[in-house]
T-cell receptor
């Protein structure tokens, strides 16, 4: 099945390290989203792409967070100089414009 | 700013009972509303999408309703089963041109065999 895939599934980083999280959306889905989910909370929006254009990055918590989707397919969320408060599950979702979003399994990031 | 609330935060019911999960939102000018389930340590599985022009959607034992004017949605689960145990999240789309979802904090449902 060609669902949304994310890698790695788990990432442990030492404080101060840079990390890169990958998302492969469903083929043909023009919209791609990143969300952050803290333990016991609902996901919170980080950023949104339509094809390769980043249309909304209002949810990125600091300038240490950067996302890209250079060819309008695979996306990478990069976190520089990780902090303990960055520990969370990072979820990627994709959709055809205006329709239901389909989520990947997430990447659980733990910053020590 | 849109705020989405789900009450109760946790619910336990015996197997076989029908149940209702609630979702409320502060800004009624929404585009769509989507219900998800999340199993521990897993991603989100889409259950139902209700467009703003619709009042309800059904899928198997699940029925979701939407009342935009009162800012409420409910998810009805009939004849509950232990496999229904999960966290249920509702999320709203604000505008067609901006498709980000605003989520509630979820209801953790436990079905007791």
């Amino acid at each position: 099945g060609a669902g949304v895939s994310q890698s790695p599934r788990y990432k442990v980083a030492k404080r101060g390290q840079d990390v890169a999280l990958r998302c492969d959306p469903i083929s043909g889905h023009v919209s791609l989203f990143w969300y952050q989910q803290a333990l016991g909370q609902g996901p919170e929006f980080l950023t949104y792409f339509q094809n390769e254009a980043q249309l909304d990055k209002s949810g990125l918590p600091s300038d240490r967070f950067f996302a890209e989707r250079p060819e309008g397919s695979v996306s990478t969320l990069k976190i520089q100089r990780t902090q303990q408060e960055d520990s969370a599950v990072y979820l990627c979702a994709s959709c055809r414009g205006g329709h239901e979003q389909f989520f990947g399994p997430g990447t659980r990031l733990t910053v020590l | 700013k849109q705020e989405v609330t789900q009450i109760p935060a946790a619910l336990s019911v015996p197997e076989g009972e029908n149940l209702v999960l609630n979702c409320s939102f502060t800004d009624s000018a929404i585009y769509n509303l989507q219900w998800f389930r999340q199993d521990p340590g897993k991603g989100l599985t889409s259950l139902l999408l209700i467009q703003s022009s619709q009042r309800e959607q059904t899928s198997g034992r699940l029925n979701a309703s939407l009342d935009k004017s009162s800012g409420r949605s409910t998810l009805y689960i009939a004849a509950s089963q232990p496999g229904d145990s999960a966290t249920y999240l509702c999320a709203v789309y604000q505008n067609f041109g901006n498709e980000k979802l605003t989520f509630g904090t979820g209801t953790r449902l436990t079905i007791i065999p």
